[in-house]
């Protein structure tokens, strides 16, 4: 009997992802789609990136931190979705060690927190542009601009190194089936045989403090670029502030809007089919959406977008 409970305790090393289970004749659709997904949201992104960089008319701060954007998008891309293709290719049964599940999630954890960090330093360009415009080139050059990409991802791997800590001390004794398409903390943490009531306090507060605060001083940004905009003689005037702010305040809503849901309410067994939907908003539509959000309600980037289709046309 002894013997039999040791048996029991012995620490696994591999995981089963259980996202897709049971798809039937959906699955090879589902997969279709989103492999279309996977490699339009990389085309759309690099798109992004190579108008930036080859266009000097986009050398500006907004178009700096919308291609750290883009290069994010395609970092969150590369981690979630190989994974989530062969998840449902071989019909929800992935097997993932321990290490790389751990690492998958500590890589996504990275990523949430720099892209909060991100959305907030493009409040930030935004709020300086238009309520405070005679010093914009003072308040945002490119030194203040590498300065808060530098701090967002020195905060980012602060977090994602306790986060890290935290994992390595959890065992896992079985079972070892993670109901969700990737590696994430929360059905992670329910299969340890070890105490998780320190890394849920700690995720609890991290996530106050790397999604909510961000996500509040956002608000209060939008709040004064809202009450200056109305303050605007110009019809014309309050109609370009508008439109520079409306592709961002789309991104903004979407993104922490389900980030809150997912990590901020209670995690019940009610809502886990619920919150694994919602992950598929912030870690695969969003990346899809954005480049079209910002290209299509952005007329510099279309034009750049015109005049690179034109040149690559006219060399051949």
């Not at 002894?2 to 090879?28: P, S, W, Y």
Request: proline share 3%.
């Amino acid at each position: 009997m002894a013997e039999r409970k040791e048996e029991n305790q012995t620490e696994i090393t591999e995981f089963h992802l259980m996202g897709f289970v049971g798809l039937g004749d959906l699955q090879i659709p589902l997969f279709c789609l989103f492999l279309v997904i996977y490699i339009a949201t990389m085309v759309g992104n690099i798109l992004i990136i190579l108008l930036v960089v080859t266009n000097p008319h986009l050398h500006t701060p907004m178009y700096f931190f919308l291609s750290n954007l883009s290069c994010l998008e395609v970092c969150y891309s590369c981690n979630i979705l190989p994974i989530m293709l062969a998840n449902v290719l071989y019909g929800g049964q992935t097997t993932v060690s321990v290490t790389g599940c751990i690492m998958q999630h500590c890589l996504f954890c990275l990523l949430v927190i720099f892209e909060c960090c991100l959305l907030l330093a493009m409040s930030y360009d935004r709020y300086v542009a238009i309520c405070k415009p005679l010093h914009y080139t003072t308040l945002m050059n490119d030194k203040v601009c590498i300065q808060l990409i530098i701090g967002s991802w020195i905060h980012s791997l602060f977090v994602m190194s306790i986060v890290l800590y935290l994992m390595c001390q959890l065992k896992f004794c079985g079972p070892n089936e993670i109901h969700h398409f990737f590696c994430e903390l929360n059905p992670i943490s329910k299969l340890a045989c070890s105490d998780i009531h320190l890394i849920e306090l700690v995720t609890i507060s991290l996530s106050a403090l790397s999604i909510l605060f961000p996500f509040f001083l956002i608000l209060v940004s939008y709040i004064f670029i809202i009450s200056t905009i109305m303050r605007m003689s110009s019809v014309s005037g309050r109609k370009k502030a508008f439109s520079t702010c409306s592709s961002h305040l789309i991104v903004v809503s979407i993104y922490f809007s389900t980030l809150i849901i997912v990590y901020m309410l209670p995690k019940t067994d009610g809502l886990r089919e619920i919150n694994k939907v919602l992950c598929l908003f912030y870690t695969i539509v969003t990346p899809l959406f954005n480049p079209l959000i910002y290209s299509l309600r952005n007329r510099e980037v279309t034009e750049a977008l015109k005049k690179l289709i034109a040149t690559l046309f006219l060399q051949k």
